[in-house]
Every structure is written in structure tokens, then in C-alpha cells.
């Protein structure tokens, strides 16, 4: 048996419904809207403790708004709602879907919060100036109403409970996120990436001293430990425990960083061997990016883990120099 899909939609306009039609999308718009507050408030969780609340008392107030417009509902027409939706009215404002949530900071959720009630409000006066039907035009405007009065609910919900101490304790808590979701796992793949390599590069370079090969022995060292430390970095830890964040988006961000990282001292080896000194101009390019590298990891290293410059500038030079002596001395063998 196969189905075919209408070419055509039998969706109606907002203006086309009847009062009781309108009153029963206010109150599935409502309830939905309630649901949308509530997963912003889990995904804020405890960290984000302020704008938690924020969304439960959004949340709260959307379902004592559905609560007031089903009461009016039924008295004028019984139990019974029509099982009608958003995604049945022609050009009506629908909402992001739920995993959305997944990728937006509290800033942005509440920014979307302010932006699902002003589009809200904005579609039911459109729509009452369109209508020539006194009573819906009266029932637009009075959800239009509603809808203003949630902004100005929210706004003083932002007053109350986002203080200067919890505006700051959350700075605090996303610093930490980033650090943990894309400092760390950079941090390493840049490590592993400038250092790693150097053996294997200067290898081929002082054993054939051909740019050429050399870098193509390069792009297949930081290609493989891109690869190899971006797999490690998502097996490692599904960050749930840990509140590390997705262990893919983390992957990803080591397996770039590892690769550019390698590359950053394999490109100078693109130098034509046609040209005067090509292999000893190719290998102290190498040589000044390995030191810039070098610099950039301690620099990173001080700012976001609180580790001395000189110190991490120490370790870090001293480890690179060895594995670059390393790679000299068996190409050179």
C-alpha cells in the first residue's frame, strides 16, 4: 500500500477560525509555551541557578494564563477543546523544536523567551486588524494583551532573581564550561599537534631533505593524530558526570586543533625544491612556527589554567626541543 502526500495544505488562516477555534489555539499556545520555559529551566540546571528560576516562574505564569483562558473556554462552550494546533493555522509563529535548547546559553534563552512573547503579542494584534468579526477582534486583543503583560512579567523576573552575585556566580560557571568543553580538549589537540609531530616531520626532513616528501610525511602525521586524539577525546568521557559537555563537540574541537596544530610547521615544506635553499629556508620557517606554537600553548596555558607563564613556557619549550632533537637525530642517523 503506498500513500501519496496533497500538493496542497487545507491549513486556515488565523482570521478564517472561529471564536472558539482562536480560544482553544490560546490555550494549546499556553500550555506549549509553559513546556518550553520548563525545558530552558532544566537545561539551566543548577549551575545557572537564577535563570533557572526565571524560566519556573515563566513557566508557572504561562500555565496560570492556560488555566484562565480554559476556564473562559468552558464556560462558553463546555469541556470539549477541538484538536486544533499551531501547525494547523496558515502562517502562524511556531517555536524552535525542543533540542535547541541543547545548544543556547541561559543570555539566549532568555532572549528567546522575550522574543516568543513579542512575537506572540505582535501576531494577535496583526491578526485582530485583519478580522471583521467584532468579538474575535475583541479576543485577539485581549490575548494580545496577555501576551504584553508575560513581558513585562518577565522583565521583573530578570530583576528579581538575576542579582549582581548571581550575574556573577553565572560568568562564572559559563567561564568554566567553555574552558572545560573547548579550552581543554584544544588545548591538548594543540599540544599533541605541535609536539607530536615534530619528530616524525624533522625525520623526513633531515633523512631526505626533500620539502616535498617532507610534508606530505607531515599531512599524514597530522591528519592520523587528528583523527586519533578526536576519537580518543569523545571515547574518553560522555562528559553527564563529568559536565564537560558533548563528548563529539569536544572531539571535534581537539581533532582540529591537533591537525592545525601539526600543520602549522608542515606548510613551510610547500617551498619548491627549485628554489636557492629551498630545504634550509622550509626548515627554519619550520623552526620560528614550532617557537610561535610553543609560545601560544604557554600563553593558553597561563590564561585559562592558571598555570605561571615562565613556568609553562619552561615546560612546554623544554618537551618541544626534545622531541625536535629526537626527530633531528634519527633523520640525521
Not at 39 to 59: H, L, P, T, V, Y
Not at 229 to 239: K, R
Not at 251 to 263: A, F, K, R, S, W
Amino acid at each position: 500500500m503506498s500513500f501519496s502526500m496533497p500538493l496542497f495544505t487545507s491549513r486556515k488562516a488565523l482570521a478564517e477560525l472561529s471564536e472558539r477555534e482562536v480560544l482553544a489555539l490560546a490555550i494549546a499556545n499556553e500550555e506549549e509555551d509553559s513546556r518550553i520555559y520548563m525545558a530552558f529551566a532544566e537545561k539551566c540546571g543548577e549551575e545557572f541557578a537564577a535563570s533557572r528560576k526565571i524560566f519556573e516562574d515563566m513557566a508557572e505564569d504561562e500555565r496560570g494564563h492556560r488555566q484562565s483562558l480554559f476556564e473562559f473556554y468552558r464556560a462558553r462552550f463546555g469541556e470539549h477543546l477541538p484538536p486544533i494546533r499551531r501547525e494547523d493555522v496558515r502562517d502562524f509563529l511556531t517555536r524552535r523544536p525542543m533540542w535547541w535548547t541543547k545548544i543556547l546559553s541561559p543570555e539566549k534563552m532568555r532572549e528567546e523567551a522575550a522574543m516568543m512573547e513579542l512575537q506572540a503579542a505582535n501576531f494577535y494584534e496583526k491578526a485582530a486588524s485583519q478580522t471583521l468579526d467584532t468579538r474575535i477582534r475583541e479576543l485577539f486583543l485581549s490575548l494580545a494583551e496577555v501576551e504584553r503583560s508575560h513581558q513585562k512579567t518577565a522583565s521583573h523576573l530578570v530583576e528579581e532573581h538575576l542579582t549582581e552575585d548571581a550575574q556573577a556566580d553565572e560568568a562564572a560557571a559559563r567561564h568554566r564550561q567553555f574552558v572545560l568543553t573547548y579550552v581543554q580538549p584544544g588545548l591538548a589537540g594543540l599540544i599533541d599537534g605541535s609536539v607530536s609531530t615534530l619528530a616524525p616531520l624533522f625525520a623526513a626532513a633531515f633523512a631526505t631533505h626533500d620539502n616535498w616528501n617532507t610534508f606530505l610525511v607531515g599531512l599524514a602525521a597530522s591528519v592520523g593524530a587528528g583523527i586519533s586524539m578526536g576519537i580518543t577525546e569523545a571515547m574518553s568521557d560522555d562528559g553527564i558526570i563529568s559536565g564537560r559537555g558533548s563528548p563529539w563537540l569536544r572531539g571535534l574541537v581537539c581533532g582540529v586543533m591537533t591537525t592545525i596544530g601539526g600543520l602549522g610547521h608542515t606548510v613551510p615544506y610547500l617551498v619548491p625544491s627549485s628554489w636557492p635553499n629551498a630545504f634550509h629556508l622550509a626548515t627554519a620557517m619550520a623552526a620560528i612556527i614550532v617557537a610561535i606554537e610553543l609560545v601560544v600553548i604557554a600563553w593558553v596555558r597561563t590564561k585559562y589554567m592558571d598555570t605561571p607563564f615562565l613556568r609553562s613556557v619552561f615546560q612546554v619549550v623544554v618537551g618541544g626541543v626534545l622531541v625536535l632533537l629526537a626527530g633531528i637525530f634519527i633523520g640525521s642517523s
